[in-house]
């Protein structure tokens, strides 16, 4: 029997409703608030979001990555609405709860650390970042901070001085190394193996903590638990955020016992520090994890999402490079596959057809020339291989200028 299909369009895309909220948003919300897609949500499930139109499309989005276990899942949704009714908040460090104490307990227990170590929660990804520099402060007594070209680590501002900047400092005075294993926001581009196995032997030979930003990462997406994972290599913090909570804002750093405990008291901390509500969404996070095998799920994802793309390539000049890691994968365009210079105009174009189509597609890459997958882990099969069609479709319906298809001429 044939699959029924997930997307459904009852209306041009976006809508008349979808049209409407987007014009009184206009009028009220700041304008670097801008909007991606102008599509406005009503209900997600799963892999697919409706919209306030009715039309229903497969979600390669993901909240930009934080829905690894699916939109609404009804592990989450009851773990939700249990604590909710219990109490919302306290303040963990004036009044405790046993789920923000479970909730390190079970993270560590999963986390690529051989000793002892512990966790702090926070809200933001740029939080965990900012927290995880105060820790590695605190514990190396140094001030300086070393990121990579095309690394990104958030929005507040030492985070974002954290992002391609270049001062030469004395290792000595080095606190942390901080680095993505699959850059994100850059395009997805996986570190080398000798990349990280040499910085973490920078890191031990001139005492520097190795931070490692699993924020867009972590949780399965490469198909291991953490990115780090990959490379036998252990860091000394992990930052995590995102899909931690199934969309709930919730981060944390996971790190070394004797690095985590090196700020005095009350030297970290925040009114929120671990909200109760979305503690429980991750303890939910992590038991569907363990049911529903998700980790194994991105690594067999993202072969068949693979496979597809290098088909495409072939198919596609234009399509530059292929690459990630498990569930977490990206195409690039180039307009010029010789020189390889970047196309943002085709990256724009096909997230346009795709959303025509029912496929909801980001972008990505410091050229902004990437569309990326941040696709729940829970989708069916059959749900990948329509958003892979819509996708495919897309590519060549999307105008692109110098593409051989001949289907492409027709339209
Ligand atoms: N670190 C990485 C690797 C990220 O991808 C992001 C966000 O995209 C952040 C940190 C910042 O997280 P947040 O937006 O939750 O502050």
Known sequence: MAATRAIHLQTEVPGPRSRAIVERKERVIAKPMSLYLPIVAAE???????????????????????????????????????????????????????????LAERLLAVAPFTGPAKAAFFNAGTEAVENAVKFARAYTGRPALIAFEGGFHGRTLLSLSLTSKTHPVAAENVAAIV???????????????????????????????????????????????????????????????????????LSGVLGKAEIMDAPGDSAVGGTFVGNPVAQAAALAVLDVFEDEGL?????????????????????????????????????????????????????????????????????????????????????????????????????????LRVCPCPESNAR
């Open 44 to 102: 997600g499930r799963g892999s697919t979001l409706t919209d306030v139109d009715g039309n229903t499309y497969i979600d390669f989005t993901g909240g930009v990555g934080c829905l690894n276990v699916g939109h609404a899942h009804p592990k989450v949704v009851e773990a939700v609405q249990e604590q909710a009714a219990r109490f919302l908040h306290t303040d963990f460090t004036m009044i405790p709860y046993e789920v923000g104490v479970t």
């Open 179 to 249: 680095l993505e294993p699959v850059q994100g926001e850059a395009g997805f581009v996986v570190a080398p193996p000798e990349f990280i196995t040499g910085v973490r032997a920078i890191c031990d030979r001139h005492g520097i903590v190795l931070i490692v930003d699993e924020v867009q990462t972590g949780f399965g997406r490469t198909g291991r638990m953490f990115g780090i994972e990959h490379y036998g290599v252990e860091p000394d913090l992990i930052t995590v955020a995102k899909s931690i909570a199934a969309g709930l804002p």
């Open 295 to 399: 980790v194994d799920r991105a690594e067999r994802i993202g072969e068949t999402i693979h496979g597809r793309m290098l088909g495409w390539q072939e198919r596609h000049p234009q399509i530059g490079d292929v690459r990630g890691l498990g569930a977490m994968l990206a195409l690039e365009y180039v307009r010029n596959p010789t020189t390889k210079e970047p196309a943002p105009e085709l990256a724009t174009q096909v997230a346009e057809a795709a959303a025509q189509r029912g496929l909801l597609l980001l972008k990505a890459g410091t050229y902004s020339n990437c569309n990326r997958v941040l696709c729940p882990l829970v989708i069916t099969d059959s749900e990948l291989d329509e958003a892979l069609a819509a996708w495919e479709e897309a590519l060549c319906g999307a105008p």
